[in-house]
């Protein structure tokens, strides 16, 4: 009996809920550990068609230099409009961390 894609998914999922490797997967349900490995590939290649990847958007920054006895400061500007203030540069994961926090994410 030859299985279609949905089957297969359901075998590859079963395997990732047991957390057991797919060779051990295969082996107990009969099943060709290399197909098994196969259309694990054919599927994320669909899912990454049908669901393609974002892109990251760049955001350009300008730095200028205060003269002066003003201290030296780095401003961000959200897309929300909001505007930090911040003595010093920040560090990349300090970034990072608020980028992902600005767009909703953890």
């Known amino acids: ?7 297969w998914s359901a075998h590859l999922e079963a395997a990732r ?4 490797p797919l060779t051990q997967y295969a082996k ?3 099943l060709s550990h290399k197909t ?16 393609p990847k974002r892109e990251n958007k760049f955001v350009a920054l300008g730095v200028t230099e205060m ?3 003003k201290p030296v400061c780095s401003s961000l500007i959200l897309p929300s409009g909001l505007r930090l203030e ?4 920040p560090s990349p994961a300090w ?9 909703g994410g953890s």
């Open 17 to 20: 809920k047991e957390g057991v």
């Open 36 to 51: 098994l490995y196969n259309w694990k590939k054919k599927l994320k290649l669909l899912q990454e068609v049908v669901e």
């Open 67 to 69: 003269a002066g006895e």
């Open 95 to 103: 970034l990072l961390a608020m980028n992902r926090a600005a767009q």
């Open 86 to 89: 911040i003595s010093g540069l």
């Open 1 to 7: 009996m030859r299985l279609d894609a949905k089957s």
């Open 28 to 30: 107990r349900y009969g």
